[in-house]
């Protein structure tokens, strides 16, 4: 049997790099999906590309009212919810704190933590429920950041996002551990996904722009995409049933020192 066989994922910010790289490696493990974005057009023809049985619902994460339809979906079509990959985010420019927009910053907030609120309020639920009429475990994946588990000059309200949703997954882990659901965190380093590469559009000189992005990186390079869905699969895996609670670092070494 394939690895994720007859299971329900649901997948936000299903079209951006670690999404929708996620969505088709669950497809090939026999997967059911649940795909959702603010792009609408651009999630429809993603959809079309994976070979799965895939429902699809646009939308502003940042909208309570976007992860309250796109459970009811997933529930409605495919009968209920084994996995989420809550991974909707958005970054920040490279700026000091006191230097930051406000706007910006209130943004970052809306999308990447209020959107992970939003989505577990709606799942938790759902996979309690299943747990408790059937039995039916399941598992959350909130895709975080090293700099949740750090700090990160110069993208501090970014990095404070991620903490608050480091934050988020220990608590509902404890709430939850006992309810059929586990919930754990990928923190990821800079991994050569569209939003990490846009910090070099127009600079002259990759490489070297490259190097000063993972000079704190032991590895001294970015992740590729694949190495962090690995993980991303393993927090996900049915087969990882007692680890719950956990942010685990796919970081190149920097939480090593």
Known sequence: MARFEGLTVLISGATGGFGSASAKRFAAGGAKLALTDFDAAKLEDFAKSVDADTATLAGDISDEATSRAFVKLAVERFGGIDIAINNAGIAQDFVRLGEMDTGEARRIIDIDV???????????????????????????????????????????????????????TRSAAAEYARRGVRVNAVCPSFA????????????????AAEAEMTRGVPMRRL?????IVEVILFAADPKNSFMTGQTLAADGGITST
Do not use: C, W
């Open 192 to 207: 050569r996904t569209d939003m990490a590469l846009a910090a070099f559009r127009g600079v002259a000189d990759q490489a």
């Open 223 to 227: 992740a590729e995409v694949d190495e």
């Open 114 to 168: 209020m959107g992970v609120i939003y989505a577990m309020r709606h799942q938790l639920p759902v996979m309690e429920k299943q747990f408790r009429e059937t039995g039916r475990r399941s598992a959350i994946v909130n895709i975080a950041s090293v700099a949740g588990i750090a700090g990160a000059p110069q993208l501090a309200v970014y990095s404070a996002a991620k903490h608050a949703v480091v934050g988020l």
